[in-house]
């Protein structure tokens, strides 16, 4: 969904809501559980994780497109774009003319040469572990969320050994930032300093200079890292829940992105997009508005009210319709809302437009 984030408005969706793998236009394209997006000009890279296929998509037409990926899920030999087969992408980074891919499903990271068109295993050997070292024999454990510094730090959210790792892409080396690093199963809640510190299953990340934003997804929080001093601090978030605010409350946020002093989070157990101010940690809901105009038909699930037959004589006529909400409802002020009028028989056509747009309005007008 693209949205201006300014209005919350809607201003493109990209797939019909079906599971699939169709490529095709905006709303007639399939997608299986996508998750990772990165965006190069008008070109918007997307992780299907479920189809283990990486799509594009062209904001200027809209047209989805397959570009690396079988289909099938596969092991650990790259190739070619459409002979290699991935095994669930997951998130996605741009950078030096490659698209770097969280292969959570060999656990491995993979790069792929946009100019070339080849894409191969970058980080990891494909057992799942903990063990730091060289990129071919390194153990990564789900990889995740990526972060690419400006000094070649290729930074990831290594999921189920609940840290943050790194890779050194000039020294091809790989590290811990924080967590755990004996094994799977040092998880928990606690602020500090490299392997001290300790969190639960960490997905997304986003980075800033030598602050890196962590969404440790299953203690409902958001942390930040000091890539100085390799020390995480406790942010925003605490028990799961749903609060705006400068005390803001998540629930098992996922993905993060940042654009300027904004951190977007999306907060996935509460189905929706929350935008933070990076200097006051002040949180708000991103409300999303006309959605509804991009909805395939068979996605209708209003009510449909069928009025008596009127008869009027040949010629141009009013209509007015009088129409009031069920006692105890109301127009939502910050939710899409719209009322759409159709007609039968012989009555061709109706002035104005429908749906008729009722965000904000009161009932009965």
Same mark, same amino acid.
């Given at each position: ?76 030999? %790259? ?60 153990e ?5 969320g ?5 000094d ?27 967590? %755990? ?91 929706v ?16 508005? %006309? ?36 006692? %105890?409802?109301?127009?939502?002020d ?7 009028i ?11 437009e ?12």
């Amino acid at each position: 969904v693209e949205v201006d984030e300014a209005t919350g408005e809607v201003l493109a969706v990209y797939g019909s809501g079906e599971r699939g793998s169709n490529d095709g236009s905006a709303l007639e394209a399939t997608f299986s559980s996508p998750q990772g997006l990165a965006t190069d000009g008008e070109t918007l890279y997307v992780a299907d994780t479920n189809n283990h296929l990486i799509r594009t998509v062209d904001l200027g037409t809209g047209s989805v497109s397959t570009l690396i990926g079988t289909g099938e899920q596969g092991w650990i030999e %790259g190739g070619s774009f459409r002979e290699a087969s991935l095994s669930n992408p997951w998130a996605l980074e741009l950078g030096h003319g490659f698209l770097y891919i969280a292969n959570a499903g060999t656990h491995q990271i993979w790069v792929a040469s946009l100019d070339d068109g080849w894409v191969n295993p970058l980080i990891g050997s494909a057992r799942e572990g903990t063990f730091n070292g060289p990129f071919a024999s390194a153990e990564l454990a789900q990889p995740s969320g990526l972060a690419l510094t400006d000094d070649n730090q290729l930074i990831f959210a290594d999921s189920e050994s609940s840290s943050i790792r790194s890779g050194d892409l000039i020294a091809g080396q790989t590290e811990l930032i924080v967590g %755990g690093d004996a094994s799977l199963f040092e998880f928990g809640d606690e602020d500090g300093v490299g392997n001290a510190a300790r969190l639960q299953h960490p997905l997304g990340t986003a980075v800033d200079g030598a602050v890196l934003y962590v969404a440790d997804t299953y203690n409902s929080k958001v942390k930040r890292v000091d890539l100085d001093e390799n020390r995480i601090e406790s942010w925003l978030g605490g028990e799961a829940g749903w609060e705006d605010g400068t005390e803001p409350l998540f629930n098992e946020p996922g993905g993060l992105d940042l654009d300027g002093d904004t951190l977007y989070v999306a907060d996935t157990n509460n189905h929706v997009i929350r935008v933070v101010e990076t200097g006051s940690g002040a949180t708000s809901t991103l409300v999303l508005k %006309g959605i509804e105009a991009f909805d395939p038909p068979a996605a209708w699930n209003g009510d449909v009210v069928v009025l008596p037959a009127m008869e009027a004589s040949s010629g141009p006529a009013t209509l007015v319709l009088d129409y009031s909400l069920p006692d %105890g409802y109301k127009v939502n002020d910050e939710a899409p809302s719209s009322l759409e009028i159709s007609t039968g028989g012989e009555v061709v056509m109706l002035a104005g437009e429908s749906p008729h747009d009722l965000t904000g309005t009161s009932l009965p007008t």
